[in-house]
């Protein structure tokens, strides 16, 4: 009898034992796919082998891919593991077109319906995008839901104002004031300023409220460098209203560095060619051929402290030019309609160029506005002068 129970106690230990490992198996398998991602895609309408990259975005920067493969009968996956929640572009061809998706380590799935365009550029649009898996995926559609209704509002005011908006392009284009002037007097002109000064002021509005409503965490940050293409001092404060966990997140230290760029004093500057208003190519040599001191101001048509700044160049222009002072002013601007419309605002005297996502680039202009001033053999001698400070710099170089 006793060997009976033996046994059988011997059997239960074991059964107990199995259901332990069994249980340990189960608990690490499940940590396992907690630590890292994978995304499968399902993607019709699309030729086998064509490219498939994961490229980070939110970053301000070219990024590299993460990660490469090829669509095989309409599939592709990819996999990895990350610290927290970040933002990609799944790029489809030579970056013909992108999805783009919230990656944590989860296993997501993508399907859509893709087009290749049969124009020349071969573009890839996408429909019936469908993203699963991804809880911040989901938190981040519902978070910028709200920027549809802004979509539905700017096709709204714009209604019917075709036929002004090409006069008043060819008007800039012309150079005639006279006409312009008329244009801007007109009540259809007054009634479409009015509702795109509305406008801005609502999209401002629901994106500075959107990065407060997440200032405890990295969504903060995320969100701050998904709705500036570029800074100006002006958002600083938005940063320090973050907290200590925000800042330390991987998009809170992308964008701690975006508001406070690496100072470049010291440097040389390389040649560079870029357009005038006119379509003229300059090169920055030919310009600042023979001056002492060249201020390289990087500005844009909407950055209300970079037009603040532009009556102390005047002044110090008005100063100095005779002097052997230059100005070369770089606009970042996308839009060159608005470009050409501050420039005739503001008249600067002084050369007037628009980036080509290069320059900006190589002098690693992260906010705006941006000054360098460079001396005659092309060195970085000190950066961010504005106002008095520049003033006071030239006053005590020109002594020398």
Known sequence: MNVIQNKIVGFCLCLFMVSINVQAQKKKSASTAASSYTIEGNITGLADGTTVKLIPGATHSSELPVAETTLKEGKFSFSGKLNEPRFFYVVFGKSKGNISVMVENSKIKITAAGTVSDQESERITFKEVTITGSKSHDYYKKETAFKEDLDK????????????????????????????????????????????????????????????????TWWGPFFMMTNFT????????????????????????????????????????????????????????????????????????????????????????????????????????????????????????????????????????KAIPATYLVDNNGVIISDNLRGAELEAKLKELMKS
């Open 230 to 365: 570029y800074f100006t001092p002006d958002q600083k404060p938005l940063y320090d209203q973050f907290s200590e966990t925000a800042k330390k997140s991987y998009y809170g230290q992308i964008l701690d560095k975006d508001l406070n760029p690496k100072s470049l004093i010291g440097t040389s500057i390389a040649n560079f060619t870029l357009k005038d208003k006119d379509g003229k190519s300059y090169a920055a040599k030919d310009i600042t051929a023979g001056k002492k001191y060249i201020l390289v101001d990087f500005w844009a048509s909407w950055c209300g402290p970079c037009r603040k700044e532009i009556p102390n160049l005047k002044t110090a222009y008005s100063a100095y030019s005779e002097k052997g002072f230059e100005i070369l002013s770089i606009s970042i601007d996308k839009d060159e309609k608005a470009w050409q419309k501050a420039l005739g605002q503001e008249n600067m005297q002084w050369h007037n160029l628009l980036d080509d996502d290069k320059v900006s680039k190589a002098f690693n202009v």
């Open 153 to 216: 509002d700017y096709k709204d005011y714009h209604v019917g104002i075709d036929e002004l908006s090409s006069k008043v392009g060819k008007a800039r284009k012309e150079g005639n004031k006279k006409a312009l002037d008329s244009i801007y007097n007109t009540e259809q002109w007054k009634v479409f300023e009015a509702k795109e000064k509305a406008f801005f002021t609502k999209v401002e509005k629901t994106t500075l409220a959107l990065i407060a409503k997440h200032k405890e």
